[in-house]
Nanobody
């Protein structure tokens, strides 16, 4: 089976930085898109950033210029570098990936990490 393990969250002061990582393991033939979502207390889950296999990226407006998503295809890993963090970035961050399990698979399936807490507070 496939497992996504995300890590790197923690407590940081406003203006600080964190780097999240998410490693996909298991029976993986190919990964197309990878991304990061977050859910803040009392709010719906939102897409933070996404990157496809061709390294095209997109970001939600509130993090543009502060966050950078990247991936290492050899390691089946996606990263989220978060700079200039603000209290409103506080949330549980989840990674996801669209994965094809076998060469003969006809479609990609979406898998999720367990989430990592990011708290921005002085």
């Amino acid at each position: 089976q496939v497992q996504l393990v995300d890590s790197g969250g923690g407590l940081v002061q406003p203006g600080g930085s964190l780097r999240l990582s998410c490693v996909a393991s298991g029976s993986i033939f190919s990964i197309y898109g990878m991304g990061w979502y977050r859910r803040a207390p009392g709010k719906q889950r939102e897409l933070v950033a996404a990157i496809n296999k061709g390294d095209s990226t997109n970001y939600t407006d509130s993090v543009k210029g502060r966050f950078t998503i990247s991936r290492d295809n050899a390691k089946n890993t996606v990263y989220l570098q978060m700079n200039s963090l603000k209290p409103e970035d506080t949330a549980v961050y989840y990674c996801n990936a669209d994965i094809k399990l076998y060469a003969w698979s006809t479609r990609y399936q979406t898998y999720w990490g367990q989430g990592t807490q990011v708290t921005v507070s002085s």
